[in-house]
């Protein structure tokens, strides 16, 4: 798992760290049930705040992606492994070239709704 | 560093052949010293049941351990000096021959030792302090010698090769690699048969000492089942899943990162911490859970760490993209 943050970026680096790590579960670098770094250690690798990292891992703990357990860290889930970070980082794609194109978010629904009939 | 090129032979020699050659001698010279207060022929090996089975004159005896350890020393300062250029390599081979005569030597003098005064050695005994005790020693000795031998360093610090792979790393990106991997099933195999066998002699052998044996092996089989590769700005870290063992190769010191293709069994002779006696990467040394892939990480002063690892080549490209980062 290569995690690569840009402090120069206008995407916070929580989210750089939380899109790094969904990509290496989507490619399959790590498997289910697989634990992540220990915060202070990854914070103290990529020298930013512990804090970011915690965030970063909440943020895959609100997709779906890991559970955080006491005393156990971040552990990959099973739904995550198994296409749910692919299917997320194929959204986050998705609405990224929405946003490009000056698409509301109305607009972006609706082509789903229709590819979904 | 020609200092040490030219110093690492003699070291080498000391440590592998006059170290145990003159235990051995000092333990021979003992034991014939004791010859009057001996019984005519002392034990020399004990059964099962801990009665003496096989007897021997002194003289016989103190031959036997001047002879193994002379002959020990010599086989052992040969290899150690063909292999003082191989990293790691020389230093274990000092450090197994030394140890291991250390270990036959005191074993045997202290057992001798016990039987002074007795009238017939049929009733010699043998006790837990005497292996226990020549174990004790061969642990000190062997690091001694491993002390003495500097692991080899003149293989010069060539800079990163052309073809090697290379990750370009900006000024102000932060960047790390991690990736865990696990015993493969036959290092796994491997290890289980080691624990049973020695759990198995033990209860037939009736030696519980034994089951101690194999309680270690099997907290270092546990220890080293599976490990975390890190490559970061402080360089490339090794960490047992419970955070020990830790080896660390600081940034400075590595002079470049490559992928070889490691073999466990013909170049690393098994699984677990390594040092290769034979192959491509001979005296390299580090963690070999199972056969792959491997980042090869060459020094500044000429030592090799491996370790197997999946995409190792994102792990080296990384390194070298730290190491330019830092020129």
Do not use: C, K
Request: hydrophobic residues 50%; positive net charge.
């Amino acid at each position: 798992m290569l995690i690569r943050l840009d402090p120069g970026s206008t995407e916070p680096l929580f989210a750089q760290l939380a899109a790094a790590i969904r990509g290496a579960v989507a490619r399959g670098e790590i498997s289910a049930g697989e634990r992540l770094p220990g915060a202070r250690d990854l914070a103290d690798s990529l020298s930013v705040n512990v804090h970011t990292v915690l965030r970063g891992y909440q943020q895959l703990r609100d997709e779906g992606v890991v559970e955080l357990r006491r005393g156990r860290g971040a552990v990959v889930t099973a739904r995550g492994a198994g296409g749910l970070a692919a299917l997320r980082q194929a959204v986050a794609d998705v609405t990224g070239q929405a946003r490009r194109l000056g698409l509301t978010v109305h607009e972006l629904t609706d082509m789903i709704r229709m590819e979904y009939r | 560093m020609t200092t040490t090129r030219s110093r690492l032979v003699p070291r080498t020699v000391v440590a592998a052949g006059v170290l145990p050659a003159t235990i051995a001698v000092a333990g021979a010279v003992l034991i014939r010293g004791w010859r009057d207060e001996l019984p005519a022929s002392v034990a020399t090996h004990w059964g099962l049941n801990g009665t003496p089975d096989d007897f021997a004159g002194p003289v016989a005896v103190a031959l036997f351990v001047g002879g193994f350890g002379v002959v020990a020393a010599a086989v052992g300062a040969v290899l150690a000096v063909l292999a003082h250029r191989d990293g790691l390599l020389g230093r274990s081979v000092a450090a197994v021959t030394a140890g291991t005569t250390a270990f036959v030597t005191v074993l045997t003098t202290s057992l001798v030792a016990d039987q002074r005064g007795l009238a017939d050695a049929g009733e010699a005994g043998i006790g837990p302090v005497p292996i226990v005790g020549s174990l004790a020693a061969a642990v000190i000795v062997a690091a001694v010698a491993g002390w003495m031998v500097p692991p080899g360093s003149e293989r010069p610090a060539s800079g990163l090769p052309a073809d090697a792979p290379r990750l370009q790393v900006e000024s102000d990106e932060r960047v790390v690699w991690t990736r865990s991997v696990a015993t493969g099933s036959y290092g796994v195999v491997v290890l289980v048969a080691g624990v049973g066998v020695t759990v198995v002699s033990s209860l037939l052998a009736r030696q519980w000492w034994l089951l101690g044996l194999a309680a270690a092996l099997a907290v270092l089989a546990v220890l080293m089942y599976s490990v975390t590769v890190t490559v970061d700005r402080h360089g490339l870290t090794v960490r047992g899943r419970f955070g020990w063992p830790r080896l660390r190769t600081p940034i400075e010191q590595v002079d470049h990162a490559a992928v070889a293709e490691v073999h466990p069994i013909r170049h690393f002779g098994g699984y677990g911490y390594r040092i290769a006696a034979f192959g491509p990467l001979r005296g390299a040394s580090g963690f070999i859970l199972r056969g792959g892939q491997g980042l090869v990480v060459d020094r500044a002063d000429g030592r090799r760490s491996v370790v197997v690892v999946d995409d190792a080549e994102t792990a080296a490209g990384l390194l070298n993209g730290l190491v330019q980062q830092r020129l």
